[in-house]
Structure formats: structure tokens, C-alpha cells
């Protein structure tokens, strides 16, 4: 591809899930018309038998054409999980295939205006850095223990927040984003609770979390004890923590009653957004994120 204009709409294939059995109707309809094999036949089309390799594509962050930087991890190519292509696909080494899709639909679905009030629960990042520089009311924040009141900020300009206790005013935000955050505690349905409360009125959350579109249920990997310990239910899972060389324990990977965890926090209308493109480099049969809105 070369330096021309962005890939027209018609180059995102998106639609929203508004239940399990809702999802499984759309899914039911894209076998039927053959779109899961089409994906599947551009995806295999794509590899190189190479472990690392890169694709061509537009990046919506970064607004231009480019090569998006592919790492399979040795595993099998013939059957790659949908996780490696959500978490690969990476732009000027920066953002992932999850960070580019994340923003991309954030901005076409939800249209934010330059002014309004972002909360979003990371901030050593460079995705938060991008959404500081176009939307200068975003907030950003690392949880960084309880060594630090909630909202304080340390000496290096880190905002300490916890999604379960946020220290804003009620109705104080027009979007609350958080990415592979939920998943990491144990009461995630008080950290949806907090996200409606300082939602305003018409507000929207828009999360990834790891998601089985296969299951009805969470799989709950971990919680906790009243004694502060926790209680591993399977092998321990740790994922990346800019703050942490150990990582963060995973309690959850999340099925479809996560939606019905959204209605119950105080959000109306929350929905699984299906999405996959060749143009802009959301490959994996189908990618999902959450919204819903207040």
C-alpha cells in the first residue's frame, strides 16, 4: 500500500453482540455467508511461515500507512489463537492490533469532542500520551497501592487511582476507557459500579478484557481470601504491569455474562462490538470490545 487517503468504512466489518444468543445469530449468519472462512483465507494468505514478519495496513493512531510488526511466538501456525493477532500486529513498534482497534472505534462509534472529560486507567503509557495530546481533559492513572491516597499524585507525576474506589465527583466524566484492567480484580463488578457513578448522564465506557466468546460464564481463575491471600483455582496467569516486573495476577477471563454485569453496574444498552479489517490490521477471525452506556 502506499501514501494514499484512509480505507474507506466499508473496510471495517463491524457489528454489535447485545447477548450470547444474539452473538450466536451473527455468527450463525457470517458462516452462512462464508465470512469466517473469507478472514480465515486472507489471514493464512498473510503468513510467511516466518515467526516474525510484517503486514502492510493503515493505522488509525498514527494516521498513515505502514508495516504492522507480527510475532506468532512459535506457535502453530495453521492454528493460531485469536489472542496472538489481538496483541501483535504492532505499529511503530508501539500499538497493538487491541490499542489501534481500541481507539479506532472509540472515535467512529462514540465521536468525543475535543473538550470532553476522558478518564482513562493508565497513564505511563503511549496511549495515553495520545489521547492527552488530542483530548487535553483526559485524566490517566497507575494504581499505585494503598500506600497513596486515592487521586494523589507522586513525584513522578503518576496519578494513583483504583477502578474499584475512584476518588472522582459523581458524574464527572463523559467516557471512562480501560484496557486489560478488569480482569485483575477480584470485585471487577465494583470497578464497574465506579466507572457508571462518575459517568455523566449520556456518558459511555468502552473496556477490553480478556473474553471467551464460547462461554456463557467467567472462567474465574483466582480470588480472594478474607485473610488477604489468594486462592489460585488455576495455574497462576500474570500479564504485563508498566509498574511491576512481576507482572499482574489475571482472577478472570470473562464470558458473555459480563453484559449482564454491565446492566446490574448501572449501564444501559452494553453490547459485545465484533470487529475484524484487512485495510486497517484487525485480523484474528473476529476481535471484541466492550460499550455501554449510562
Not at 96 to 102: C, D, G, H, K, L
Not at 194 to 212: H, N, Q
Request: charged residues 25%; neutral net charge.
Amino acid at each position: 500500500m502506499n501514501e494514499q487517503s484512509r480505507p474507506s468504512l466499508a473496510a471495517l466489518s463491524l457489528a454489535c453482540a447485545y447477548s450470547r444468543s444474539h452473538y450466536q445469530e451473527i455468527a450463525a449468519q457470517f458462516q452462512k455467508l462464508g465470512e469466517y472462512g473469507r478472514r480465515r483465507k486472507i489471514q493464512e494468505s498473510l503468513l510467511t511461515g516466518a515467526n516474525e514478519f510484517s503486514i502492510p495496513g493503515y493505522c488509525h493512531i498514527t494516521s498513515r500507512y505502514t508495516e504492522f510488526a507480527v510475532n506468532l511466538r512459535n506457535l502453530d501456525q495453521a492454528n493460531l489463537p485469536n489472542w496472538v493477532w489481538r496483541e501483535s500486529l504492532v505499529s511503530d513498534g508501539i500499538y497493538n492490533n487491541r490499542m489501534r482497534a481500541s481507539m479506532h472505534l472509540f472515535e467512529q462509534i462514540l465521536r468525543p469532542r475535543k473538550e470532553d472529560p476522558i478518564y482513562v486507567s493508565e497513564q505511563r503509557s503511549p496511549l495515553y500520551a495520545w489521547l492527552k495530546k488530542k483530548y487535553p481533559n483526559t485524566i490517566g492513572s497507575e494504581y499505585l497501592g494503598a500506600r497513596m491516597a486515592p487521586g494523589s499524585i507522586d513525584e513522578h507525576g503518576v496519578r494513583n487511582e483504583s477502578l474499584t474506589a475512584l476518588s472522582f465527583k459523581d458524574e464527572s466524566m463523559q467516557f471512562v476507557l480501560s484496557f486489560e484492567c478488569f480482569e485483575h480484580f477480584a470485585d471487577y463488578k465494583a470497578g464497574l459500579r465506579e466507572c457508571a457513578r462518575v459517568l455523566k448522564r449520556g456518558g459511555s465506557l468502552l473496556i477490553t478484557v480478556p473474553f471467551r466468546r464460547d462461554l456463557a460464564h467467567h472462567i474465574v481463575r483466582a480470588k480472594d481470601r478474607e485473610d488477604g491471600t489468594v486462592e489460585h483455582l488455576l495455574p497462576p496467569e500474570y500479564h504485563g504491569d508498566p509498574l511491576s516486573k512481576e507482572g499482574c495476577l489475571c482472577y478472570y477471563h470473562f464470558g458473555w455474562e459480563l453484559l449482564d454485569d454491565m446492566w446490574a453496574a448501572g449501564f444501559c444498552d452494553p453490547r459485545a462490538c465484533l470487529y475484524w479489517s484487512r485495510e486497517f490490521g484487525y485480523l484474528g477471525i473476529e476481535q471484541v470490545l466492550f460499550l455501554a452506556n449510562k
